[in-house]
Structure formats: structure tokens, C-alpha cells
């Protein structure tokens, strides 16, 4: 019977569902375990590469791909190893940086034998590390907006006034605040240990402007070296020698007839969706019938299973087909009404109303609205 049909065609559909669900669920994570492993094997990889050139004494080289192989994959040994390498090539600061993140990571894992020798080797750097400090005098603590940067590092209140472990090479230390000048300054540092201190003095004040002439005999001719007669006004800059070319600003290019164009065209196209879903609805419906008995008397037919399967295609495609025709009917409507209102050309500096149009979409229908 049609009742056996479609409770057949339903539990298909519905396995049909919760296997679309199933794959959907399962993609992100197959891909993401696929992007794990392809990270970690970059991350072996220039792994090995540094090592590589560790062992042939070339830590310049070496140095960046620890880096970049330790944003790839964390691991407490590749960290220890790039700390090393940094110490090597004279970043003592970084180098005691990583160690110490060596010891707060071993510290929490209980790693002890680890995070002793991490420890050592950040205790043995720390009377080599280079400093530097960045002093606010009190003229500027004053200035309302103030705002201090260690090579382009934002330095909050609490870091004014301490020594803090740099890199050797030059340092740039900024200030800016409300109303006044950047100042700027750049600190060289290169002695191991040593402490360099930098004092953000106040910041002098930004001068205005100066006011434009009102009347600058120079600035008022038209030509370098013309000289003015007597009692004669200079010609004015909106006068007919100054005046730009007209150019239209509407006509076919204009954006609100251009987007009416092209709704027109989505209208059109769902016109013919549409039509395309209607003959499938007929030409399925017509097969289904042919493998249902009506013989029986009544409104209800007995069916096939083909035939029922045909009949329920049909009204899904019949659905889709009224569906289409409302949206082309609304689209092709709506860029009819864009296409008509909009705006004629007219020349650029006319004088003229702003005018505007659209289609709203309510519960008692489709209507225009606009302003001219």
C-alpha cells in the first residue's frame, strides 16, 4: 500500500540523514588529527635540520628553525635545546628566558633532574645579561594620555623604573601623549652585563597650525609671477576658468539602476527554476500514476512500489517549483521597480533631491517604497 511506501521512503530518507550527520561529524576531525600530524612532521623536520647545523657549529642558522620547529610542536627538550643554541650566538636575554620557561615546565611535570640543570644554566647567565631601564620623569607622568614603548612593546605603569633583561643591540624607546610631540630615543647596549637607563623627559607641547591667509596676493593668482592691476579683483576659483567639466552621475552605469538590472536577471532565473521544477512535478506524476490502481473506487490508490516513490518526487518537486516562482515573481518585481525609479543623470554640482526606492517584504504583501 501508499502508507508502506512512504514509511519505507522515510526510514531511507532518515538513514540517509544520519549517514550525511555521521560524515559531516567525522570530517573536521579526520582532518584536523591529518593537520596534527602533518605539524608535527614539519615540526621533526627542521627539528632534525637544526640539530644538523648545531653539530656543524652553525647556531645563526640554526637558531631560527628551533624556533620555528617549537611554535609547531611545544616540547620541554626542543625549548632547553633552543635556549642553548640562543646562548650561543649571544641572545643571553632570550636564552635565560627559555631556560626559565624550562624550569617552570619541569617544575610542574616533577622532572626534578631537569629542572635543576635548566635552573644552572639560567643561574650561570644571569650576571652576563644586559639591561635596560626605562625611568618616567614626573613632568611627564603628568601629561594626560601618556603612553611609553620599549621597541614598540607597550610599557604598562609597573614596568617604569625597572631593569629589565634585553638582548645586546640597539634599543628604541618612545613616548607619545594628548596634545604634544613624540619623543624618541635609541639605547645601544653591548657590554655583557651591563645596565643601561633611559629617562623619558616631558614632552613638548605640538604647536597649532598656523592660519591660512585670508588674503595672500601669491596664493589668490593664478600664475607664479602675474601681477595684479589696480582696483582688480583676483579671479575667484569658482569662476568659469575654474570650473570642472560636468560629468553625468546617473544614467545606465548608475548603481541603483545596475542593481535593478540584476535582480531583474535573479528574478529570471527563478522564473525558469521554476518552470523546470513544475515539469518534473507533471512527468513524475505521470509515471507514478501509471503503476497505481485506481480500479478499487475512492480517492485512494493502490501503488506500486515505484509508483509511489515517483508520486512523492512529484509533490517534492511541485513544492520547489511554487517556491521558485515566488522568489523570480518577488526578485523580478523588486528590479522592475529599482530599474524605473532610479534617478536620471544629471551633472556633478547641480542642485537636485536625493531619491531613493526599494521593495519591502510584509506580512500583506509586496510593496514599494521610496523617497523623491
Known amino acids: 500500500m501508499k502508507s508502506d511506501v512512504l514509511f519505507r521512503s522515510r526510514a531511507r530518507a532518515a538513514g540517509l ?3 550525511i550527520l555521521t560524515a559531516l561529524t567525522a570530517a573536521p576531525a579526520a582532518r584536523a588529527d591529518t593537520d596534527d600530524a602533518k605539524r608535527k612532521a614539519d ?18 642558522e640554526a637558531c631560527p628553525k628551533l624556533a620555528a620547529s ?16 640562543l646562548e650561543h650566538v649571544g641572545k643571553l636575554a632570550s636564552a635565560w628566558i627559555n631556560y626559565m620557561d624550562v624550569v617552570d615546565a619541569t617544575r610542574t611535570t616533577g622532572e626534578k633532574k631537569k629542572e635543576r640543570h635548566a635552573r644552572a644554566r639560567a643561574d650561570a647567565l644571569l650576571p652576563r645579561l644586559t639591561r635596560i631601564e626605562v625611568v618616567v620623569s614626573d613632568g611627564a607622568r603628568r601629561m594626560p594620555g601618556l603612553e611609553v614603548r620599549r621597541d614598540d612593546a607597550v610599557l604598562v605603569e609597573a614596568q617604569w623604573g625597572m631593569a629589565v633583561p634585553v638582548d645586546p643591540g640597539p634599543h628604541k624607546v618612545s613616548a607619545t601623549a594628548t596634545g604634544a610631540r613624540r619623543w624618541e630615543t635609541t639605547a645601544a647596549i653591548e657590554q655583557e652585563g651591563q645596565t643601561v637607563t633611559v629617562t623619558v623627559p ?4 605640538a604647536e597649532p597650525a598656523p592660519p591660512r591667509a585670508a588674503s595672500d596676493p601669491a596664493a ?4 607664479a609671477g602675474t601681477v595684479l592691476l589696480p582696483n582688480a579683483a583676483p579671479p575667484s576659483p569658482a569662476g568659469p576658468a575654474a570650473t570642472a567639466p560636468e560629468k553625468p552621475a546617473g544614467g545606465p552605469g548608475s548603481p541603483l539602476r545596475t542593481a535593478g538590472l540584476v535582480t531583474v536577471g535573479v528574478g529570471l532565473v527563478g522564473l525558469a527554476v521554476g518552470a523546470g521544477f513544475g515539469m518534473t512535478a507533471l512527468s513524475r506524476n505521470r509515471e507514478g500514476t501509471a503503476h497505481c490502481d485506481a480500479s478499487q473506487g475512492g480517492a485512494s490508490m493502490a501503488c506500486t512500489p515505484r509508483g509511489g516513490a515517483l508520486l512523492d518526487a512529484s509533490e517534492r518537486a511541485a513544492a520547489l517549483s511554487t517556491a521558485s516562482f515566488i522568489a523570480g515573481g518577488v526578485a523580478l518585481a523588486a528590479g522592475a521597480a529599482l530599474v524605473l525609479f532610479a534617478p536620471p543623470a544629471r551633472a556633478v ?11 519591502r517584504l510584509g506580512a500583506d504583501g509586496v510593496s514599494l517604497v521610496g523617497r523623491w
Open 202 to 205: 616631558p614632552l613638548e607641547r
Open 220 to 223: 589668490a593668482s593664478p600664475l
Open 70 to 85: 617549537l611554535q609547531l610542536d611545544r616540547g620541554v627538550g626542543k625549548q632547553f635545546y633552543l635556549a642553548e643554541c
Open 17 to 19: 540523514t544520519a549517514c
Open 43 to 60: 615540526a621533526r623536520a627542521l627539528f632534525e635540520e637544526a640539530r644538523k647545523l648545531t653539530a656543524e657549529g652553525n647556531y645563526a
Open 349 to 359: 554640482g547641480s542642485r537636485g533631491t536625493d531619491a531613493a526606492a526599494g521593495v
